[in-house]
């Protein structure tokens, strides 16, 4: 019986701890907010020491990264798998012919470069601007 209530205890324990909410630091927040003042159904989450918000503006979901300080890292947006560029088409039709694109995502840095991040499969390919990839990750 002991066993059973200490288990029960732990699952409540992790179920509190997974349901808490992620709140940014100050900053992050109001950076956030100058930047994307019309943003909707905004929730945030840790990544590393900084801070991911996923939103909704108009009708495009997306996702900013803030760190701590406030300062803006980068911006994800969900495109239309046609909206990519072309050499970023052709690398997926020559390299997994009949695979379709789960997801694209346009991604604007705070230098002003332009990546595109696609998902294929159980993969993620991030593709510069010009439509060469520049890395493989695991989704």
């Not at 349901?19 to 943003?39: G, H, I, N, R």
């Not at 909704?56 to 947006?77: I, L, P, R």
């Not at 604007?108 to 520049?134: Q, R």
Request: with cysteine; net charge positive.
């Amino acid at each position: 019986m002991k066993k059973y209530l200490l288990l029960s205890a732990a699952v409540c324990i992790v179920a509190t701890v997974t349901a808490q909410k992620t709140v940014p630091s100050a900053a992050a927040k109001k950076s956030f907010e100058q930047k994307y003042a019309d943003a909707t159904k905004t929730s945030w989450e840790k990544e590393g020491k900084d801070y991911e918000v996923n939103f909704t503006q108009g009708s495009n979901k997306m996702s900013a990264v803030f760190d701590k300080a406030g300062a803006w890292k980068e911006t994800e947006e969900v495109v239309a798998a046609t909206d990519l560029p072309a050499a970023v088409t052709t690398y997926v039709q020559t390299h997994y012919k009949g695979t379709p694109i789960k997801r694209a995502e346009k991604i604007t840095k705070a230098n002003g470069n332009i990546n595109y991040e696609v998902a294929i499969g159980k993969k993620e390919y991030i593709f510069d601007a010009s439509g060469k990839m520049i890395e493989q990750e695991k989704e």
